[in-house]
């Protein structure tokens, strides 16, 4: 596969035919809409034709809420092993709560199209944020932890869930060892039954990185603890911070060379962002808040605009600027240029595979990307 990078005076109908590809093709490859419009800048995936290989990678997994529309989950089960079922949690009263929407419809179609659900408990409130009190109470309440193990137990043979991924986030210092206890227990539990048990690690660098997201994770702690580990490298840029790729991969590498050295790099997975962040300008601390943009909704918002793509060639990331109503814009998304660094990342690091948050919305240059990836690693 290759990348292009679009010129001024390009159209998909003259980059189809210097490449020898069809142009039906190349419009759905990159999800270019009716118009097939392009701007300076925009990088396109370029497929040949198909060469015979496995579709599935070693180890890929997506998260998604079981309201994910069909057509969106079909596809991408073509490219996933795993779909991480958003979310399962607990009450004060240690209660285990299943998604706001059944996910019966959801499991029927991951098993139809040969993938495995994988139940996520996580920590978060009734009104959808994680809620760092209920965690250290969870945590230090050895009843409340045996209700929940058992409730989780019953729900992953009611479900016919392939294992159990673990997202706690916002842990306490204090509260480390409790979580890996917590998470070692589970496993103990899920391995009775002969299931796995992941954990989502927020992105350190150190072993004492300051921070009310990093302290309370023991990368040492967690990784024995656990089968897999998923790193969530993303959300440097984020709604309320200041504006820069949501997952630089400068940073990105940083955090994957701090993990191997404290995890076994065959239970590790990288996170990677399906989803860019769009700032108005000037960005004020505190009051600036960005919201969520899907990479081809990006793509196609600069294209209509005219606006020219710029790449960072430190954080491998595209960004663009636009004017709307007199305000300035910038928006920072993925692209097969971000995707494909990201995927070297995978391969320097020899990491057993990648982890998507989240499969809402269809990004097919991502999994075309990882699927040629993963054929070129089986080849040698």
Known sequence: MEIYVVQRGDTAWAIARRFAVPLERLIADNQLGEEAALTVGQALLI???????????ALSVGYAYPFIQQEVLEETLTYLTDVFVFSWRFDWEARLIGPDTPEGRML?????????????????DEEGRFDRELLSWFLNDREAQESILGQVEEAVLAGGYRGVDVD???????DREALG??????????????????VALAPKTSDNQPGILYEGMDYRLLGEAADQALLMTYEWGYSRGQPMAVAPVNLVRRVAEYAVSRIPREKLILGIPNYGYDWPLPFVPG?????????VEAARLAAALGAEIFFDEIAQT???YYR???????VWFEDARSIRAKLEVVR??????????QILRLFRVNWLLLADAFAICRRG
């Open 348 to 357: 320097d690091f020899d990491l057993a595979g990648v982890g998507c948050w």
């Open 108 to 124: 029927e179609t991951v098993r139809q199209c040969g993938g495995s659900p994988v139940l996520v408990l996580s920590s978060l």
């Open 47 to 57: 497929r040949g034709e198909e060469r015979e290989r496995e579709r599935r990678p």
């Open 287 to 295: 009051e600036t808040r960005a919201k969520t943009v899907g990479n």
């Open 324 to 330: 709307e109503d007199g305000i300035k814009h910038v």
């Open 168 to 174: 706690f986030e916002y842990a306490r210092r204090e």
């Open 181 to 198: 206890e917590f998470v070692g227990e589970l496993r103990e539990r899920m391995h009775r039954l002969g299931r796995p048990v992941s």
């Open 318 to 320: 595209p960004y663009f």
